[in-house]
């Protein structure tokens, strides 16, 4: 009996490069072969096809903050970029910390998607959470006060022991704020100095010997000893491109501020080094501004840059230049993210969602923001290389291709599958 369909491509597969056909049916892999009976066959034969990508750790700024970035926008940036599946934090305008937040939310954004998704809920009142765990992909605890979002009024410990987190994923933004210096945020350097990596690391510390049934994992850490406390726990963490290939010397003014802050070169390429290994999860934090919101002066400019269109393409750049391997790429950006959360998700292999992106990996291009479908209309990344995907399939549909989005809202609340 005949697939529906078949994709002929290449595959990255125990870290060779194999040509393969995608045998695909409603919507999902159903067989991997080298030659496969199908229906209607597409050719990718030159292309790398690579499962969707899942960013975990995104800020589509819906509701409240619809002028710098909107779920449509968005989701549709994150296509570009080869993701498919996106995760969305709660520090919105009101924050999604409650039950009829995220039903509020939910009414806004889940007919805009144009990729897949989950809502996160954020931890702050107790009573909150049981009633948030149906409709929340996640959980998000924030230690220190960050664009849109004060600390926690409860202390993590409470909030970590409760039993409706059990076997949760919860997303630490880990800075302590009794360590951060009081001085005035003028620059790059400063920004650094004032959110320091001993605030980091002390957050790092106290999140990781908290006994909690919850699935913790740390966001965007910014050093190779957070990395490694991590790991040494086997708690699942975060590394994004701004913190492995940006730094505090360079000439990027509030274009730069996030929090945590870039640091020093030094410190960004020790960082790398746990990226080479292919074992942290690599996620956008995809936190946009317009050019407007960035331009009035270092000290007052909110924190956050895009991320969420050049995550994948970065790295795909990179790992032709030897910089990584092509492998380590793929289980960073799709499948241990996919795998934290129990997705369906991040792998071409039988079972799993049809969802990939196809690559030509010859194809190497200078990022322009000009070219990029956010709607904050800038990247700290311009003049970098990379490779965009030459078409997007989300769940056995193309949804871009010939540079264009063919198909647009189909994307789906994770939740509701």
Known sequence: MAH?????????????????????????????GADINCDKVMHFDDYLAMPGGVDIHTHMREPG????????????????????????????VPATDSASAIREKLELVGENANVDFGLFGQLSDVDEIEKMAPLAIGFKLFMSETTSAGAAASPPEILL???????????????????????ECTDLHRHNLIRNMKAESEAVRRILSIE?????????LTTRECAEMAQKRKSSFEITPHHILL?????????GKVNPPLRKKQVAEKLFEIAKTGRAIIASDHAPH?????????????????????RIPLLLAMAEKNLLKHQAVQDMCCQLPADLFGLRKGRIQQGYDADMAFYDLQN??????????????????????????????????????????????????????
Request: aromatic fraction near 6%.
């Open 247 to 255: 730094d505090d010397a360079m000439n990027l003014g509030p274009f």
């Open 161 to 183: 022991n409760s039993r409706h987190i059990s076997g949760r994923v919860v997303t630490v933004h880990a800075e302590d704020p009794s360590h951060f210096s009081a001085e």
């Open 290 to 310: 317009t050019l407007q919101d960035k331009s009035g002066g270092f000290s007052v400019s909110p924190s956050g840059m895009p991320g969420v269109e050049t």
């Open 212 to 220: 909690t049934p919850a699935k913790l994992n740390l966001a965007h």
């Open 364 to 417: 190497v291009v200078k990022i322009e923001a000009r070219m990029l479908h956010s709607k904050c209309g800038w990247t700290p990344f311009e003049g970098y290389d990379a490779i965009f995907p030459a078409g997007v399939m989300l769940r056995g549909s193309m949804i871009i291709r010939g540079g264009q989005l063919i198909l647009e809202k189909t994307g789906m609340n994770l939740k509701a599958v």
């Open 4 to 32: 529906e369909l078949g994709i002929r491509a290449k595959i990255i597969r125990g870290g060779q490069i194999q040509k393969v056909c995608i045998a695909i049916d409603k919507g999902r892999i159903s067989e991997v």
């Open 65 to 92: 903050l619809t002028h710098k970035e909107n779920f449509y926008s968005g989701t549709k940036s994150a296509a570009f970029g080869g993701t498919t599946t996106v995760m969305d934090m709660p520090n919105t």
